[in-house]
């Protein structure tokens, strides 16, 4: 009793009935963590292996990036690879290892790979309740990695809306629009979809600018005119040969279209090229005579009988 008063402890009844308390919870905890929630192949589903393999999936998820990251900057940066491929080469290194890490956790934790299984039949019924479309889009992302329609780097018009493709997920697509904006589409739009990617085998793509020319004009003048308005050109490539073609006789103009080519490294860079011809053209035809067309009518009137003309005066 006087030990219990100079230490300041409480009484020994009272210390013995917190050490029950205390080890009355210890049990407690013990019997949920190995709680059997449910058993596979004989092989019981605990709660404590439940958390176990929930936080090791949680800390090697994390690893298995770190290690595809570092693979992609020490190994992949050194072969003669494109960007594109690096980034797919990463992600399938990643899921591997993800693979790879989810069965060691399996074997770590002795719970059979038949639980995949079970995991299969619960994912079925998510399917069924409305998540086809993660799947579908998870599912069409690999297809994307694997076949590369469309790859990073890539210039892409989809719905109207032109940009370069910044990202591959597995669930969506980033594209940085020209209005530096940037639009998440899903992945199984690129493969349901009529896509125009302006770079896919390459990077150089053709231009066309159409003008009108007043009926009457030289043709072959004009043919000349649009060539030499481009040939000077710094970012116009020389092959293949820019090319003028007399396209159609129009109501109010003759139509030449005049095709060149170019190396497409921006989405707003066809636009600049194009205005850029555009304002050449303009300035040779003002030098040369040349008249670019506008919409005008001729109106012939066939009278059995003279038209007459009245003259009133409002005054």
Partial sequence: MFLAKRTGMSHPIEEMENFVDYLS???????????????????PITVGKLVKGITLMVMGYFLCR??????????????????????????????????????FILRLLNIPVTVFTVIGGALAIGVGLGSQNIVNNFISGLVMMIERPVKIGDIVELDG???????????STRIKTMSNAHMVVPNSNFLEKNVL?????????RLKVSVGVAYGTDSKFVEEALLESI?????????????????????????????????MYDPLQRFQI???????????FAEKGIVIAFPQKDIHLHADKPVQVQITDKN
Avoid: C
């Fill in 25 to 43: 919870i210890l049990d407690w905890l013990r019997d949920v963590w190995s709680f059997q929630i449910t058993s596979v192949d004989g092989y």
């Fill in 66 to 103: 770190s290690i595809s990251r570092e693979i992609e900057k020490k190994l992949l940066t050194r072969l003669d690879i494109d960007s594109s491929l690096r980034h797919t080469l990463r992600t399938i290194i990643f899921y591997f290892l993800l693979v790879v890490l989810t069965l």
């Fill in 161 to 171: 809306l032109a940009g370069r493709v910044e990202y591959i997920g597995p669930r």
């Fill in 197 to 205: 990617n302006w770079t896919l085998s390459d990077d150089i793509v």
């Fill in 231 to 263: 040939k000077d050109m710094e970012k116009v490539l020389k092959f293949p040969e820019p090319a003028v073609f007399f396209k159609d006789f129009a109501d109010s103009s003759l139509v030449f279209d005049t095709h060149l080519w170019v190396k």
């Fill in 274 to 284: 194009e205005s850029e011809v555009r304002h050449r053209i303009n300035a040779l």
